[in-house]
């Protein structure tokens, strides 16, 4: 387990999970997915670092027929509270270390690539496109080059880049249809 995982997965982690409740940011994210997702037509999707599941509750209540929800979480105390959602799948497991085999239309990534070991970035962008069947959703800190940033006094635990431009360069079947800025 590297820094950044060992930092999310322990207290500072737990904290940040009670500091960030479901119900706070649900009307944000409703709001925020409605207009992403309008257009778009989905059956199942995989969150990468999905916390405490305010963005897929958000996606649930707006996209009614998904049947097949994955949320990937390395913090434990975050996973508990995954799991009082219904009809989701919770792996409580690093991105890094990640090993699944299924497609989804949806792969979810919204603030998690930030936090990622740059060095690791290369197979968590691989990971990101064996596990799309139709749409990725980058929703992260960009800035046009790669920059460390201090993350609550912590160095080397926010990273920030263009992660959608860097994934589209090495991944050439896929385009950007939508751009939010």
């Excluded at 199942?44 to 990937?72: D, R, T």
């Excluded at 090993?99 to 989804?104: A, T, V």
């Excluded at 596990?131 to 790669?146: D, R, T, V």
């Excluded at 006094?153 to 992660?163: E, T, V």
Aim: glycine share 4%.
């Amino acid at each position: 387990m590297n820094e950044q995982e060992k930092f999310w997965s322990k207290s500072f982690g737990d904290k940040y999970t009670k500091r960030q409740p479901v119900k706070t940011l649900l009307k944000s994210n409703i709001v925020f997915f409605s207009k992403v997702l309008k257009k778009y037509y989905i059956k199942s999707l995989i969150e990468l670092g999905a916390n405490n599941g305010s963005n897929i509750i958000a996606i649930k209540k707006i996209k009614k027929k998904l049947k097949n929800l994955v949320a990937v979480e390395i913090n434990k105390n975050a996973c508990k509270n995954l799991e009082k959602i219904s009809n989701l799948e919770v792996i409580n497991k690093s991105i890094v270390n990640l090993k699944i085999n299924k497609k989804f239309d949806l792969v979810l990534l919204k603030g998690v690539l930030i936090h990622i070991n740059p060095k690791q970035l290369k197979s968590v962008y691989e990971k990101i496109s064996n596990l799309s069947s139709k749409y990725i959703l980058f929703a992260e800190y960009y800035n046009p080059y790669p920059v460390k940033i201090t993350y609550r006094g912590k160095k080397n635990k926010l990273f920030k880049r263009d992660f959608a431009g860097e994934f589209i360069e090495k991944y050439k079947k896929f385009k950007i249809i939508d751009y939010g800025f």
